[in-house]
């Protein structure tokens, strides 16, 4: 094998998840580079003056990394200087599944846009419109009527139309969709309608479109500048408001400025996860088998516990239940104590060990306290989910524990919360 070959090898092993590579390895599988790879031929082929660079930038990177990554290789100790995360939450449009949805946004822009409904915002959006378009509209609230995918003669529909005594406004409102619309039918109509009115025409858009011939007068405005207008005037109109459609507005603003975003995560953090992609696969691939060894061990525990074994005047639910984030499943029970008051024992397992931990399913969480306290079982408050921690002289296992002393450990306990117990009669 020629030098050339080796240091293709090297490339392709060294480098196969590397994002420049990919443009290495599509020139690779032109047919006479897999024969040259093969070893096939000796003298470097013309690809090679090409692939060469490539390769010793993606040599050179790898060796940057390499001491970059020198003693210890810690990349943990990275993620602990990044910023707080800063999560996203999901708005109601979100929730529900309609932000995508083109007519969903049209309608909540026909109810808006209009003074004269409910909201109380008054011409909010029809100023906040016309501080882009630069038009100066004299409005009479009484006058304008704002209607839905308005018929065109040939049979189009355009989005929006906002009519007054004064002028007339198309709006064609695109989300993801490309502006393919027949934007010349839109214009015609407008003219047609117009009555000698000032005529606007709009393409409110989720990216901006640049202007065209093709869009006939149509001017692109973004949703980015429509809802910094919006947001900017907001408080001078929010006054007479009604406060259940405040909320509205505002969440149909916040869910158009998240469809706007490309992503939620943050430059630093993202440049965090490119750099150490493939340390922090291998430490998700451990952190799966871990998941995959706690929730057998719950099951073994599970299985080995008969309820039939717990004498006891009512009964007793159980199941399981594992957290999507941390490393925590859990063995649950509930039983009822009085009848307004259940209690639920979990028994959890993390990495660091068995431990028990009791909640006020229903009723007060003061009279469950009270409740262990008058059995003895010594707990203190974990965190603000009414949790409350078994602080017994048994209260840790070790994770490695073999299962039948955890099931005589957790037996031992449910009989403490079942034996002393009578139901008062109903």
Not at 125 to 150: C, F, K, M, W, Y
Not at 180 to 186: A, E, G, I, T, V
Not at 366 to 373: E, F, G, N, P, Y
Not at 412 to 426: F, G, V, W, Y
């Amino acid at each position: 094998m020629s030098e050339q070959d080796r240091e293709f090898w090297f490339g392709y092993n060294e480098f196969a998840d590397d994002a420049e590579f990919r443009v290495f390895q599509a020139w690779a599988y032109n047919g006479s580079c897999i024969q040259q790879r093969m070893g096939l031929f000796e003298s470097p082929p013309a690809w090679w003056e090409i692939l060469k660079p490539k390769i010793d930038r993606l040599k050179n990177y790898q060796q940057a990394n390499i001491e970059l990554r020198k003693p210890t290789d810690n990349f943990l100790s990275e993620l602990k200087k990044l910023p707080p995360l800063q999560r996203r939450q999901q708005t109601f449009m979100e929730i529900a599944g309609y932000p995508h949805f083109e007519n969903s946004c049209s309608n909540i822009l026909q109810f808006y846009l209009n003074p004269n409904n409910e909201h109380g915002f008054g011409t909010l959006l029809l100023d906040s419109l016309a501080t882009l378009i630069n038009a100066d509209l004299v409005t009479d609230e009484q006058s304008i009527e704002v209607r839905r995918e308005e018929l065109t003669a040939r049979r189009n529909r355009l989005d929006l139309i906002v009519e007054s005594n004064n002028y007339i406004i198309g709006i064609e409102n695109k989300l993801f969709a490309k502006a393919y619309n027949p934007f010349c039918d839109y214009s015609r109509h407008l003219e047609s309608s117009s009555k000698g009115r000032q005529i606007y025409k709009v393409l409110l858009s989720l990216r901006l479109e640049q202007p065209s011939p093709e869009l006939c007068g149509f001017q692109p405005i973004g949703y980015d500048l429509f809802l910094q207008e919006i947001s900017t005037k907001f408080d001078a109109y929010a006054q007479n408001a009604n406060e259940q459609h405040t909320i509205f507005l505002q969440d149909f603003i916040q869910t158009m400025q998240n469809l706007q975003s490309p992503t939620s995560i943050d430059p630093q953090r993202l440049e965090y996860f490119r750099n150490n992609h493939q340390e922090i696969t291998t430490l998700l691939g451990e952190v799966d088998e871990l998941r995959k060894d706690m929730r057998r061990k719950i099951k073994q525990l599970e299985q080995t516990i008969d309820l039939k074994d717990i004498s006891y005047s009512s009964s007793i639910e159980s199941g399981l239940w594992k957290s999507s984030t941390d490393l925590i499943d859990v063995l649950w029970y509930i039983i009822q104590i009085e009848n307004s008051l259940w209690l639920q024992l979990d028994v959890c397992l993390t990495p660091i060990g068995w431990k028990m931990q009791f909640w006020s399913r229903k009723g007060d969480r003061m009279k469950i306290k009270q409740h262990l306290q008058e059995l003895n079982i010594d707990v203190e408050p974990y965190d603000k989910n009414s949790r409350l921690i078994y602080k017994g002289k048994d209260k840790d296992r070790a994770y490695n524990m073999d299962i039948e002393s955890v099931t005589t450990w957790t037996i031992d306990m449910l009989r403490r919360l079942t034996n002393p117990i009578i139901l008062p009669e109903s």
